[in-house]
Each structure stands twice: as C-alpha cells, then as structure tokens.
C-alpha cells in the first residue's frame, strides 16, 4: 500500500460493520471490501505513528491478519470497525502486536 494508491469510495461506520459481520461468518468478500475501504485510513495511521512508509507497508498486513483472526465467530466488531483497526494499528505500531 503506498500513498499513490488509489482510495476506495467513502464508506460509513455502519457499512463497514455490516462487512465486518458478513466477515465474521467466513465471507472473504466481504472482509476483502472492508480492507479496500479501510486500508488506505489504517496506512495513514500507521504512517503518522511511525514515520517510516517501509514500516508502515510492514505492519498493515499484519493488522489485517489479526482482524479477520479475532472477527471470526464474533457477532459484531468489538466496537465500531474503523476505531477497531485504529486500535490494533496503534498497538502494532508500538510494537505490543
């Protein structure tokens, strides 16, 4: 992921849990469209905290392994899905992956 990607439409807080629900039952679609809608906001986190573009590509991936590891079988994101990656970008980016 890099800055000159292009960015996925705007999508809302609930769009994203909805994809995040569809996720949790094994739907890979659907956790494909929630990384294409949230991926380019969690790199920029990522990038703010870090400072370093090569860091940040390192991390992303990571930080979506352990979404789609800890959403499966879960009704609902822990709480909204956008503040959920936020969350576990900044713990990976401190290094308390």
């Known amino acids: 992921m890099t800055m000159t990607d292009a960015a996925s439409p705007a999508t809302t807080d609930d769009d ?20 294409d809608a949230t991926a380019p906001r969690v790199y920029a986190v990522l990038l703010a905290l870090t400072g370093i573009a090569a860091r940040a590509d390192a991390l992303l991936e990571g930080i979506y392994v352990e979404a ?14 956008m503040q959920w990656m936020s969350a576990i970008a900044h713990r990976h980016a401190a290094g308390r992956a």
């Not at 994203?16 to 990384?35: E, S």
């Not at 789609?68 to 899905?81: I, K, L, V, Y």
């Open 16 to 35: 994203l849990d909805a994809l995040l629900r569809r996720a949790a039952t094994g739907d890979c679609d659907a956790f494909v469209a929630f990384y």
């Open 68 to 81: 789609w590891e800890r959403m499966r079988g879960r009704a609902a994101p822990p709480c909204p899905g």
